[in-house]
């Protein structure tokens, strides 16, 4: 499942620009605890308890590293800031309370747009991008909100409000 329940929030800050944020739910530990008894059958079903001790210990360091993993990997929060005069501040924030951070200058913006990508079986809508440097025409993409995969109402109220601030874009 692509899509998860997630909660859009917009902060308008007038002429200076806008605040939209992405906020992800927090940990499932009921869905965790519900796999339990599934892996519990499939370690009985390749006979795991017959395994010597190393081979086991290894096992169970292999799943402990990926559980870390995942915690470390997940995301609680995504934002992009757009300031009119200045650019585009966009900030993911993760569970371990470690964030990053990226800033685009206006001058590097061409134009912001809904795309879509097919991924699987799935036909999904993205906002991006269009980069520029001062001498080309285009120069790339960068997609926002990657972790969230928003819907596309959401996509295209944010891309109107977007466009509303900034009527430059895209001319």
């Keep these: 499942m692509l899509r998860h329940e997630v909660r859009f ?7 200076q620009g806008s605040e939209f944020i992405i906020e992800h739910p927090q940990i499932h530990l009921f869905r965790m605890l519900y796999s339990t008894p599934f892996l519990t059958f499939a370690a009985y079903l390749v006979n795991l308890s017959e395994w010597d001790d190393s081979s086991l210990y290894i096992f169970f360091i292999i799943l402990l590293a990926v559980f870390v993993i995942k915690l470390y990997r ?3 929060t995504e934002s992009v800031l757009f300031l009119t005069a200045i650019g585009v501040q ?9 964030c990053t951070t990226k ?3 206006m001058t590097h913006i061409k134009d912001i747009v ?6 699987m079986h799935h036909i999904i809508f993205y906002l991006a991008l269009l980069l520029q440097k001062p001498n080309k025409v285009w120069s790339g993409i960068l997609p926002l909100f990657t972790h969230s995969w928003p819907k596309l109402c959401i996509l ?3 891309c109107k409000t977007v466009h509303s601030k900034f009527p ?3 001319a």
């Design 9 to 15: 929030t917009h902060k308008d800050y007038g002429k």
């Design 156 to 158: 295209q109220t944010l």
């Design 90 to 98: 966009i900030e993911t924030k993760f569970l371990f309370g470690h």
């Design 114 to 119: 809904i795309l879509e990508g097919v991924k």
């Design 74 to 76: 997940k995301v609680l």
């Design 103 to 105: 800033f685009i200058d």
């Design 168 to 170: 430059n874009l895209g």
